[in-house]
C-alpha cells in the first residue's frame, strides 16, 4: 500500500537535511535496499515495537517490517501558485501525495539566511498555505463557472455540487484551507476529482537547534507552531534536522545511546514517521510463523477480505476466513496454542473489520 507524504518547506528550512536523514535511514533497512526508489522518493520502515516482541516469540527465519513513503517535493516560493520560482512542478509534485509534511524553521543561525531576511515560523507557513489555497480557488473557481450554469438549468448533480464550492470558496476568502470545511462524506464525494491540495491532512514539522531538542520550553517559535497547528487540529512533531541526518546512518545500539546522551527518548524521524502513519489512517496487522513474521499496512476500516488482498489479490478473491487473534492476547499467553485453548483466537468472516495490532492467518481458496 504505496501512500506517500510529501515533505514541503521554504529555502533553508531544513527540508532537505531531513529528507537525507529519511533516505539514509531507508539505506538501511534490508528489505529496502535502494531507499531512493525515485531522485525525491524515500522508503523508511515504520518503527514498531509490537514486531520486535511477536519476533523474540516465534523466532522466525526472517522479519519484515512495513514502510512508508516520503516525497521531497519541489521548493517553494511566494506566488508559486502563479508558476513562480518551481511552482508548477511544487504543485504537480504535492497533487500525488497524500499527505503533506511540512517543515518550519524554528531556530536562528546567522550562517544559513533564512529567504525573508529574519526567522518567522508562522509567516512561512502561511506563505506556503496560502499559495496552496490559491491553487485550490483557482480549480474551484473553473469548476463553479461550469456547474452554476448547469444548476440554474435544474441538473440534480449541479445542484448538488454547487453549494459545496460555495462553502469551499467562502474557507477560501478567509484564507482557510479546504480542510477545515465541515463536509459530509457525500459532499466530500462531489468535489473528489478536483484533488484539492487543501484537503489532503497537514503535519507541522518544528526544526530546532542541536541545543534545544531535548527541550523546547523556551523555544518560542515552536510555541507558535504548536498554537497555531492547534487551531486546524494539526498535530506538531519537533525534530533536529541536523542530528536526525547524523544518527541515520548509525545501528540501532549506537543510536539509542547517541538519543540517550541527549536525553532524548525517541528519535524525531521516529516521531515523524509515525505521526505520518497516523495521519493518513493507517494502521498495521501481522503474520506470523516460523518462515516469517511480517508487518502489513492497512487503511483503518478495512474489512478482513480487503487486508487479505494487501498481501495478494488471490486471498481477497477467494477469501474464506481469517484465523485472527490480537497481539496483547498473544503476548499474554505465549504461543497460539495457549491462546487457543484459552478461547482468544477467533475465525472471523467477511465482515470482520481488521483492528490495528491483529495477528491474521488467512484460509482462502482460489
Known amino acids: 500500500m504505496a501512500l506517500t507524504a510529501g515533505i514541503v518547506g521554504l529555502p533553508n528550512v531544513g527540508k532537505s537535511t531531513l529528507f537525507n536523514a ?41 522479519t519484515v517490517p512495513t514502510a512508508f513513503e516520503f516525497t521531497d517535493i519541489a521548493g517553494i516560493v511566494k506566488g508559486a501558485s502563479k508558476g513562480e520560482g518551481l511552482g508548477n512542478k511544487f504543485l504537480a509534485h504535492i497533487r500525488e501525495v497524500d499527505a503533506i509534511t511540512q517543515v518550519v524553521r524554528c531556530f ?12 518567522d515560523p508562522i509567516s512561512d507557513i502561511e506563505v506556503i498555505n496560502l499559495e ?17 450554469k448547469l444548476a440554474r438549468q435544474k441538473d440534480k448533480e449541479a445542484m448538488v455540487e454547487a453549494p459545496v464550492l460555495e462553502k469551499v470558496k467562502e474557507a477560501f476568502a478567509n484564507e482557510k484551507p479546504a480542510r477545515s470545511v465541515d463536509l459530509s462524506d457525500e459532499e466530500l464525494k462531489t468535489i473528489k476529482s478536483l484533488n484539492l491540495l487543501t484537503l489532503k491532512p497537514m503535519l507541522y514539522v518544528a526544526n530546532v537547534s542541536e541545543d534545544e531538542v531535548a527541550d523546547v520550553s523556551n523555544n518560542q517559535y515552536v510555541q ?31 543510536k539509542a545511546m547517541f538519543l540517550e546522551e541527549l536525553g532524548i527518548e525517541e528519535s524525531g524521524l521516529d516521531q515523524l514517521i509515525k505521526a505520518s502513519y497516523s495521519l493518513l489512517g493507517l494502521a498495521t496487522y501481522f503474520t506470523a510463523g516460523v518462515q516469517e513474521v511480517r508487518a502489513w499496512t492497512f487503511r483503518k476500516g478495512m474489512k478482513a477480505p480487503q487486508c487479505a488482498g494487501v498481501i495478494h489479490s488471490d486471498f481477497e478473491r477467494g477469501f474464506i476466513r481469517a484465523e485472527t487473534v490480537s497481539y496483547d492476547d498473544l503476548m499474554q499467553y505465549g504461543s497460539m496454542s495457549a491462546a487457543k485453548e484459552a478461547g482468544r483466537v477467533r475465525l472471523e468472516g467477511k465482515e470482520y473489520v481488521v483492528q490495528d495490532g491483529d495477528i491474521m492467518l488467512f484460509r482462502f481458496n482460489v
Open 22 to 62: 529519511i533516505t539514509k535511514a531507508g539505506a538501511l533497512a534490508a528489505n529496502y535496499p535502494f531507499a531512493t526508489i525515485d531522485p525525491n522518493v524515500g522508503i523508511v520502515e515504520v518503527p514498531d515495537a509490537r514486531l520486535d516482541e511477536l519476533t523474540k516469540l516465534v523466532q522466525p527465519k526472517k
Open 224 to 254: 507558535t507552531v504548536r498554537d497555531y497547528a492547534a487551531k486546524e487540529g494539526a498535530e506538531v512533531i519537533v525534530v533536529c534536522a541536523k542530528i536526525e541526518e547524523e544518527i541515520a546512518v548509525l545501528d540501532d545500539e549506537e
Open 132 to 148: 496552496l489555497i490559491l491553487a485550490d480557488l483557482e480549480s474551484v473557481d473553473k469548476r463553479y463557472a461550469k456547474v452554476e
Open 108 to 119: 536562528e543561525d546567522e550562517n544559513i539566511t533564512h529567504v525573508a531576511g529574519k526567522v
